[in-house]
């Protein structure tokens, strides 16, 4: 039975200051390492075959400390780079709500057609990450694959392994450095677990 694993990257400087980050490409802080370093040994005995990650430094960072303990070289795809939050990368959110009010609103109250200026929304982040997803777990039809990526980006794809409105994507919370776990055949999903950082 195949299962696929859903890995936020550790923390950062700007997850601690509230700051959006998007495509900005902010490096894992000590604590982010050391998360990076637990979720490594939590997966110790897991038969990973694979390991994908995005191309951001965060994740990529977070993906190539699981891949050092289980011997195994994480592939890199832009395609689960986190959503851009365009004018609003590196900005904190309580300047953006005081700026973007209503914008602010929309985003949060209807994320997957509400689009940032310069940015991206919910449905054109599904458009990218879903299709390369379901590609790669195609080469996996009976083995354990691990995807390292961002808040966004796993929250669209919980939604919609799980036939989810991409609306309710800010109802799903995802820690830094989480686990979420899916069986999957083809092209079918069950949640086994999900955000789990007590590990």
């Known amino acids: 039975m195949a299962k696929l694993y859903l890995i936020r990257h ?3 400087d700007y997850n601690n200051a509230l700051r959006f980050q998007g495509q900005t490409d902010i490096p894992l802080n000590q604590k982010g390492i050391e ?8 997966l110790k005995d897991v038969p990973l075959q694979a390991i994908y990650t995005s191309s951001l430094q965060r994740a990529r960072t977070t993906a190539e400390i699981i891949g050092r303990a289980k011997g195994l070289e994480p592939q ?8 851009s939050f365009g004018i609003w990368e590196n900005m904190n959110s309580k300047n953006i709500q005081k700026k973007y009010a209503k914008e ?5 109250a209807s994320p997957a057609k509400t689009k940032i200026p310069e940015g991206e929304s919910m449905s054109e982040v599904q458009q ?9 777990l195609d ?3 009976e083995g354990d694959v691990a995807f390292v990526a961002h808040g966004g980006i796993i929250r669209v794809l919980i939604c919609t392994m799980l036939g989810l409105d991409l609306n309710r994507s800010w109802h799903l919370h995802v ?5 979420t776990c899916f069986y999957y055949w ?8 999900s955000n789990l950082t007590q590990y």
């Open 104 to 108: 602010w609103k929309d985003f949060f």
């Open 139 to 141: 080469q996996y039809p």
């Open 128 to 136: 990218r990450a879903y299709p390369e997803v379901q590609r790669i």
């Open 10 to 12: 550790g923390e950062t």
């Open 186 to 193: 083809g092209r079918s999903y069950t949640l086994d677990y």
């Open 76 to 83: 890199t795809t832009d395609a689960l780079r986190e959503m």
């Open 175 to 179: 820690g830094n450095a989480s686990i």
């Open 35 to 42: 998360q990076a370093e637990k979720v490594a040994r939590f």
